[in-house]
């Protein structure tokens, strides 16, 4: 199936927070829609990607099935009211549109804080999962592939990704506004995952020194206090390093730790501070901000800071759009080439079969003597014979004309016949 590819998207452009939240997936979810979408859909080339700010599905056939999906992310997230979130999901059809969002998405054009360098790792691993689940054809590896290429060019050649304009980086310049008239403020960071690991290491390059790190796993937090300088404390002390802490950043999903108002009330002091929930589901009660002294930020709090690198980067972006216009421009001539592929393979196979016919047949009277000298001139012979058709499809084919040349073909060979 050629020009069929499709995007299904809920990003933080137009879903707010519990939306997005209600249909954030986990790489354990991820592979079971993979799952699902591969027995109760025709798709194929299906690509799962579910960040903080979007969940996505890629996939390739000959409708839409934004419906189907949008059932079975509903039911992969134990709820049946698909209704409530499906105006939240735009649907791209347009084969070329969904490649191009795909391009933008991947290389941080469609990223909340411009640039953001994580998207690319999440695309990368969502690629795997499709593979390991056998959802991945030709035009998905391809394509995925020129992404990864592209990306490269723009960091070679651009200063789209230069600085450090991330979603981690932007907490961290937060964090610094915020405390900014505080003398050693501790801040504490409660998970180490990917976001976690890079607020950290963004705090490094600072001025801020005090920061406490907590990990149900004791080990990893060590391992990363020990990287960035930071101190490492056990999971079960967690809620008196809250109590001491002047800034808590919170980057576990909602599902594993959540820190309540009830809780906080009970457990600590009445001081200000300041929370900022980095995680999909929300891990810190909004209602917080009803205590005195608290003040709560999440993702959508964190917005493009205005940072030299950003400004840097945004002034790249028509740079950036050109190279991606190139690589879809050079995607869109291989996948018309793969469009004609079989066509072609029917053609050189008909001409194949009936060079094979002949030469059994004069075998049967000449013997069998010379039959290597023969199957070399015949086959160079059906080669150079061949060679001007398939050059003449492929031009055609760049240019929008190869319909009736294939049609030419088949009738002329009976190629129709031959494939079935």
């Known amino acids: 199936m050629q020009n069929q590819f499709k995007a299904l998207t809920l990003s933080y452009k137009q879903a707010p927070i519990p939306v997005r939240e209600a249909v954030a997936l986990n790489e354990i979810a991820c592979r079971n829609l993979l799952d699902k979408i591969k027995e109760f859909t025709e798709a194929s080339d299906v690509l799962v990607l579910s960040t903080c700010n979007r969940t996505e599905v890629y996939y390739t056939a000959d409708k839409d099935l934004s419906r189907e999906i949008i059932k079975l992310i509903a039911i992969e997230k134990g709820f049946i009211a698909a209704k409530e979130i499906a105006p939240y999901f735009v649907h791209i059809t347009e084969h070329e549109a969904a490649v191009q969002h795909l391009f933008y998405v991947a290389l941080g054009l469609e990223s909340q804080v411009v640039g953001d360098m994580q998207i690319l790792n999440q695309v990368k691993k969502a690629y795997q999962w499709a593979a390991d689940a056998d959802m991945a054809g030709p035009f998905l590896h391809r394509l995925l592939h020129t992404i990864f290429a592209t990306n490269k060019q723009v960091v070679n050649q651009t200063a789209f990704f230069d600085g450090a304009a991330s979603v981690s980086y932007a907490t961290v310049e937060l964090v610094e506004e915020l405390t900014q008239y505080m003398l050693n403020p501790r801040v504490l960071m409660i998970g180490v995952g990917e976001i ?12 801020l020194d005090n920061i406490v790190i907590a990990n149900r796993t004791y080990r990893k937090a060590l391992e990363l206090a020990q990287r960035t300088n930071s101190t490492a404390v056990y999971w079960e002390n967690v809620w008196e390093e809250i109590s001491v802490a ?11 730790f959540f820190i309540s108002k009830e809780a906080v009330q009970r457990q600590v002091p009445q001081s200000p501070k300041f929370f900022i929930d980095l995680s999909m589901p929300r891990s810190i009660d909004s209602e917080l901000e009803n205590l005195p002294g608290m003040s709560v930020y999440n993702v959508d709090s964190i917005r493009n800071r205005a940072t030299e690198a950003l400004e840097n980067r945004m002034a790249a972006i028509p740079v950036v759009k050109e190279i ?7 995607f869109r001539a291989w996948s018309k080439e793969m469009a004609i592929s079989p066509a072609i393979q029917q053609f050189k196979q008909r001409l194949e079969q009936i060079r094979q016919q002949e ?17 070399t001139i015949t086959t160079n012979i059906l080669n150079k014979i061949v060679k ?32 079935a």
């Open 359 to 375: 030469i059994a047949r004069a075998f049967k009277n000449l013997g069998s003597e010379n039959r290597e000298l023969i199957e």
């Open 246 to 256: 002047d800034v808590i950043i919170s980057s576990v999903p909602g599902g594993c």
């Open 196 to 207: 976690g690991a890079n607020v950290c290491d963004n705090f490094q390059k600072r001025n």
């Open 324 to 330: 991606i216009a190139e690589a879809v421009a050079e």
């Open 388 to 419: 001007m058709p398939v050059l003449e499809l492929k031009s055609a084919c760049q240019r929008g004309e190869s319909e009736a040349l294939i049609e030419g073909l088949s009738a002329l060979f009976n190629l129709e016949k031959q494939e």
